[in-house]
């Protein structure tokens, strides 16, 4: 079955850095288009940044410059690095796919920006 797993989220002081990474396994990874998602208390889910099988990129304009997505289809991982963080960026993150027309999410890890 599909799975995804996020790690390395944490507490960090505004202007610092984290590195997200979702393992995926239980799907052809390497074919699979991968996003990350992030929900911040009350409110609602949005799309942070995506990559296409192709290594194609997009990202939320709140993002740009400072977040990287990208994958190692060996490792089946795909990687958030987010830089210049700020305390708007406060959020559970989630790594997500989609499968044969069903959404798949993983747990989520925290990311807490001090200001």
């Known amino acids: 079955q599909v799975q995804l797993v996020e790690s390395g989220g944490g507490l960090v002081q505004a202007g610092g850095s984290l590195r997200l990474s979702c393992a995926a396994s239980g799907f052809t990874f390497s074919i699979s288009r991968m996003d990350w998602y992030r929900q911040a208390p009350g409110k609602a889910r949005e799309l942070v940044a995506g990559i296409s099988s192709a290594g194609l990129t997009n990202y939320a304009d709140s993002v740009k410059g400072r977040f990287t997505i990208s994958r190692d289809n060996a490792k089946n991982t795909v990687y958030l690095q987010m830089n210049s963080l700020n305390p708007e960026d406060t959020a559970v993150y989630y790594c997500?796919?989609?499968?044969?027309?069903?959404?798949?999410w993983g747990q989520g890890t925290q990311v807490t920006v001090s200001s």
């Open positions: 997500h796919t989609i499968r044969s027309t069903n959404d798949y």
